[in-house]
């Protein structure tokens, strides 16, 4: 089945900008529903954006609408989240998943690192 890893992650200043992004491995990424998640120290994993297997419909979670953008780019198995206006309680450790089965998000990559500086 397919495999997630996460890039992109750093340390930024508020107001900034980074692009994650998540490389998927298999043959069927085009099929899956992709989704964005995020979890603070001490928080529980929050919903960040989702994707359905097309691109064409999107969800984002009330904290980043406006300022994060999902899409992903079914010839390179890859899905990105940028990530505008960064703000401090946007640190966070993100997660890819990906949804095989219907209603869940099945297959989890490693998570990348984001810090955003005050």
């Known amino acids: 089945q397919v495999q997630l890893v996460e890039s992109g992650g750093g340390l930024v200043q508020a107001g900034g900008s980074l692009r994650l992004s998540c490389a998927a491995s298999g043959r069927t990424f085009s099929t899956y529903t992709m989704g964005w998640f995020r979890q603070a120290p001490g928080k529980e994993r929050e919903f960040v954006s989702a994707?359905?297997?097309?691109?064409?419909?999107?969800r984002y979670g009330d904290s980043v609408k406006d300022r994060f953008t999902i899409s992903r780019d079914n010839a390179k198995n890859t899905m990105y989240l940028q990530m505008n206006s960064l703000k401090p309680e946007d640190t966070a450790v993100y997660y890819c998943a990906a949804g095989i089965t219907l209603y869940r998000f099945d297959v989890w990559g490693q998570g990348t690192q984001v810090t955003v500086s005050s």
């Open positions: 994707v359905s297997s097309s691109g064409i419909s999107t």
